[in-house]
DNA sequence: TGACTTAGAGTCAGCTTGACTTTAACTGAC
DNA sequence: GTCAGTTAAAGTCAAGCTGACTCTAAGTCA
């Protein structure tokens, strides 16, 4: 490689300041997990330890740099890999945040970061390969982590609270519950995903009503047997795997009557 | 300054695809201009002409490269009075993009360019500030802007196509509508705003029913006289002004019964 | 066999929505 | 000054959706 360029650590602290931002890739995964006693399911996510200043030994988003070759996405999913093993189907830009001193400790400085966060949603059958939690990999519940351990690094405490706020928002879970679930699903555990995302009960027969009249979700001839009562039908989701920016093609189209 | 770090610029073209990807803000600008002849308002934004290679002389997003010492929004704000002399009232993060060869011409490599996309509302008398068109700045109409010129630069096409898109979604344009109007507008003129970004025709008194239920939409005691009829009331929008991701903090609040 | 549990269908009142009608208030032509 | 024309703004009505609730079906467990 050509000498031109000395990348960020070739130069000392106060020539850092002046270096162009680098970027980041970085990743919220959630996925629905039960919780241990009689409770209901709720969201988690996996961390991983910092190994290095700044904010060496407290959790974080698992993340890295862009390299040249890959386009944001791949970026995503090979560093998703690289951290934690996981490799979701469901993956989507959230946003990029950009703030000047979002990668120093208060009262330091460093090198300019801007950081394109991605978020994923797993199954179960996903999550597990995460199951082998290591002490420097491991879940934490999406709505408290970083409590009591002297906060997450960096500003990935506010960047989860943006994608809590984002995924209950009800355009988005409403296309998107299933890929908290396995290919099947009974239609109580679909609404158990979407009371713990929206943290309240739903009434089960009016959920039952209101996902019937969408034609994505398909009856299978299938039952959940096992459980102390009526075995439910199981349920499958046909619609689009949607990720990405997808969109309709949009064309202005006047009706003038 | 120091010499570790030459730039982009100082390397050659083989040397280019393996520099770590520059980051740029680009902004896309909707404002709503009155049709010519007698037909309704439509969807314009301003475009800058290229100067320099690639796609010189072609229209192209105003934008441009990310400076140390800013963040993401204020290089947005910046840029747009540099190259337009607009500072728009409403401005958020659109999406970032980032795929491998979106600054190159096609068959030919050029650096890795990372845009991240803000768009703007701007309301008609912001938009008269660039009421003088220059030949390298100019409105174009949104739904067509780069047809028969040959296209627009880069994919900037597709992100207009996105940002229109995401426009149109109930849940955006909802919020938004009024920063394309001055402060205080009739609801006809609101009505004007929903018609042209949805593109279709909106029932008046069904469109009144509906926003005298939102709060925020404040009935002034003023009327706009002068008109051939009977003259409208003046409303004031009273919300907040939203921009940036604003959203309401988020915790996961159980309703046991 | 019968108590218990959850699935899944059905009922009903209240609210929202789209289509439409009616009345109010102004201008401009005659 | 009157009337036709135009748009504002309120009202009407049927259809559809929503939340709260009841009722029946179909399994398990003691």
Known sequence: MSTVFAGPFGANVSE??????????????FALKPARAAGKPTLWLPLVRR??????GQWALPGGPLTAVESLEDAARRN???TTGLAPEYLEQLYAFGGLDRASRPG???????????????????????AEETENVAWHRADTAGEGEGGLAFDHREIIDYALWRLSNKLEYAQIAYHFLGETFTLAELR????????????????????????????????????????????RYTGPARTAPAFEPYRLTRSTP
Chains 1, 2 share one sequence.
């Open 51 to 56: 190994v290095k200043e700044p904010f060496k």
């Open 80 to 82: 998703l890999r690289e």
């Open 16 to 29: 850092r300041a002046q270096l162009p931002p680098s970027l980041a890739i970085s990743t919220v995964i």
């Open 108 to 130: 330091r400085s460093a090198q300019r970061v801007v950081s394109i966060v991605y978020w994923a949603l797993v199954r179960p059958t996903e999550a597990e390969l995460l």
């Open 192 to 235: 158990e995903v979407y009371e713990a995302v929206l943290g309240r009960q739903l009434d089960p027969a009016n959920f039952r009503r209101q996902l019937k009249s969408v034609p994505q979700i398909e009856a299978t001839d299938q039952f959940l047997e096992g459980g102390r009562h009526r075995p439910p039908r199981l349920y």
